[in-house]
Nanobody, 120 residues
Framework: QVQLVESGGGSVQPGGSLKLSCAASGFDFNQYPMSWYRQAPGKEREWAATITSTSSVSRYGDSVKGRFTISRDNAKNAVYLQMNTLKPEDTALYYC?????????????WGQGTQVTVSS
């Protein structure tokens, strides 16, 4: 079955950096784009970044553009999110996402999330 396991979250001061990792299994990882989302307390889940299957294209939400970088390693079935110049408003639970097509229907799969807290 599809499994996504995030890691790398933690507490950091404003201006600091963190690198999140997501280990994927149970599907043909190198065939699908991968994304990161985040959800702050009391807010809706927000899309952060997406990378295509071959890493040819990456896209970012306005709130993270220029500070976050998504990457992937298809040999390791892993996707990463390098987060720089972190702000208190980046505090959230960060989720790895894979949208996989099954019988013509797109299905969203999520990890359990990893907490990022930015505070002085």
């Amino acid at each position: 079955q599809v499994q996504l396991v995030e890691s790398g979250g933690g507490s950091v001061q404003p201006g600091g950096s963190l690198k999140l990792s997501c280990a994927a299994s149970g599907f043909d990882f190198n065939q699908y784009p991968m994304s990161w989302y985040r959800q702050a307390p009391g807010k809706e889940r927000e899309w952060a970044a997406t990378i295509t299957s071959t890493s040819s294209v990456s896209r970012y939400g306005d709130s993270v553009k220029g500070r976050f970088t998504i990457s992937r390693d298809n040999a390791k079935n892993a996707v990463y999110l390098q987060m720089n110049t972190l702000k208190p408003e980046d505090t959230a639970l960060y989720y790895c996402n894979a949208q996989i097509w099954r019988n013509g229907v797109p299905l969203d799969y999520w990890g359990q999330g990893t907490q990022v807290t930015v505070s002085s």
